[in-house]
């Protein structure tokens, strides 16, 4: 069955350094999106991508954020300048559509960030 | 501000009983989607329900839509010990891509 993967599974960082957190989406799925979910949180929206573009953010996606599609398997999250509280589970997740029953959103395992 | 609360958020049961758990908002959704959990890892679909009303059955575990898309409901019959994990709720706005979570319902089944 097909599955959104995610890597790595665990990154360590030291604050104010970059990372990039990848991901490989479902094939057919025209859709991506970005969650974090701190731990004993919710799990939170970051941005979402379609058409080579963001279509939608939140407002914790900052100018410390950016997001690219950089072929046509990969999607990746960036992160500038890491923080302390930018410590997470990263969570990728794709869908085929933006409505009705193609609107489900399939996950990934997710990449623990640490930031130290 | 759209906002899904989950209750309870702590059940311990034993095996064989039934329960619900519930998800309700003061918004209006245009679909939602239950997940599950494990710990450290990724939501795991389990079902979308799209039309007011509607009720969807996986195995011992239905789920319902309210009539007016603004909660919803999880009832598992004769829980099981693999029952137990983290439940989420997640609705999806018509205008928006975004899914907005509930906090979960933490579900413990003793053998």
């Known amino acids: 069955e097909p599955e959104v993967t995610q890597t790595p599974s665990h990154q360590v960082t030291q604050m104010g350094q970059e990372v990039i957190l990848r991901c490989v989406p479902i094939?057919?799925?025209?859709?991506f999106y970005w969650y974090r979910q701190i731990l004993g949180q919710k799990v939170e929206f970051l941005v979402s991508?379609?058409?080579?573009?963001?279509?939608?953010k939140s407002e914790i996606f900052d100018d410390q954020f950016s997001v690219e599609r950089p072929d046509g398997s990969n999607f990746t999250l960036k992160i500038r300048s890491t923080k302390l509280e930018d410590s997470a589970m990263y969570f990728c997740?794709?869908?085929?559509?933006?409505?009705?029953?193609?609107?489900?959103?399939?996950f990934g395992p997710g990449t623990r960030l640490t930031v130290t | 501000t759209q906002l899904l609360e989950q209750s309870p958020q702590f059940l311990s049961i034993q095996e064989g009983e039934n329960l619900t758990v519930y998800c309700n908002s003061s918004?209006?959704?245009?679909?939602l989607q239950w997940y599950r959990q494990e710990p450290g890892e990724g939501p795991v679909l389990l079902v979308t329900?799209?039309?007011?009303?509607e009720v969807k059955k996986l195995k011992r575990l239905t789920f319902q839509f309210g009539d007016a898309r603004k909660d919803s409901s999880l009832h598992i019959t004769a829980a099981q010990p693999g029952d137990t994990g983290l439940y989420l709720c997640?609705?999806?706005?018509?205008?928006?891509?975004?899914?907005?979570f509930g906090q979960g319902t933490r579900l413990t089944i003793n053998p």
């Open positions: 918004s209006v959704f245009s679909s």
């Open positions: 991508f379609y058409n080579n573009e963001i279509s939608e």
């Open positions: 997740a794709s869908s085929e559509g933006a409505s009705g029953l193609t609107y489900e959103q399939y």
């Open positions: 329900v799209v039309t007011g009303g």
């Open positions: 997640a609705g999806a706005d018509q205008g928006a891509q975004k899914l907005v």
């Open positions: 094939s057919n799925h025209l859709y």
